[in-house]
């Protein structure tokens, strides 16, 4: 949930057509939203993995995740920050919105890492652990 000072910040800073505090949306707006993405900041205290952020890193968007996201562990490039360090969580988003070269950079690692995260590798891993378990292969 959205603190009413946060929402308030950022009118007052006049932010509030450039930063979207969006909490759960639904599939088509959730779309809509990450098509629009300069930048996509998921700051979760506890997030047990965060398949929004593979989302938006499949739209060329560059990520920055909490530390307790478990996305993190498995999204190569993806900017992971302490929850709790806004200073950097600001300057990651600031550096990443001005300097292209760095966003892009990003960019290329994350999507090389999705590369590797299909449905078809994963499952593979998972027979391959059962196997080495149920059958000592």
Do not use: C
């Not at 919105?97 to 892009?104: R, T």
């Not at 090389?112 to 590798?121: F, H, L, R």
């Amino acid at each position: 949930m959205i603190s009413n000072e946060l929402l308030f910040k950022t009118a007052s800073s006049q932010l509030s057509a450039s930063v979207l505090f969006s909490g759960f949306v639904r599939e088509n707006q959730r779309r809509k939203l990450l098509n629009r993405a300069d930048v996509f900041v998921m700051p979760s205290v506890s997030e047990p993995f965060g398949l929004v952020a593979m989302e938006a890193a499949q739209r060329h968007t560059p990520v920055i995740v909490s530390k307790s996201s478990g996305v993190g562990e498995v999204l190569a490039g993806a900017q992971i920050i302490d929850f709790w360090d806004i200073k950097k969580m600001a300057q990651t988003i600031a550096n990443l919105l001005d300097n292209k070269d760095y966003s892009d950079s990003i960019v290329t690692k994350q999507l090389k890492s999705i590369d590797s995260q299909t449905w078809k590798i994963s499952a593979e891993k998972v027979k391959q652990i059962y196997q080495k378990i149920f059958l000592g292969r």
